[in-house]
């Protein structure tokens, strides 16, 4: 088992940045493969970013956030991150952060975990 919790989330202008954190439970940590996904105003939850496990740190992303956002994870302190420079006003949704033990990593299905999400506003 293993407990997810989001924090980071808040309300930026247009081009401002803000970094997300995940801190998960457990000592298994490094052995799931970690993602982002996003859901919108009215929107499904879509992929944003995901980190292959171990230290290997493959990472992927959605082109709508390729070259601004990073995924990055310290396995020693349990923690995944999402940088978000340049937000724009279409990035505004609920973040949250997922781990999967082996399923694809770029659909919410192949997730076994689920953090409850955190809100990004982003103000034009």
């Known amino acids: 088992q293993v407990q997810l919790v989001e924090s980071g989330g808040g309300l930026v202008q247009a081009g401002g940045s803000l970094r997300l954190s995940c801190v998960a439970s457990?000592?298994?940590?490094?052995?799931?493969?970690m993602g982002w996904f996003r859901q919108g105003p009215g929107k499904e939850r879509e992929f944003v970013a995901a980190?292959?496990?171990?230290?290997?740190?493959?990472?992927y992303y959605t082109n709508s956030v390729k070259g601004r956002f990073t995924i990055s994870r310290d396995n020693a302190k349990n923690t995944l991150y999402l940088q978000m420079n340049s937000l724009k006003p279409e990035d505004t949704a609920v973040y949250y952060c997922a781990a999967g033990a082996g399923g694809r990593t770029d659909v919410a299905p192949g997730y076994d975990y689920w953090g409850q999400g955190t809100q990004v506003t982003v103000s034009s």
């Open positions: 980190i292959s496990r171990w230290s290997i740190g493959t990472t």
């Open positions: 457990g000592r298994t940590f490094s052995s799931y493969a």
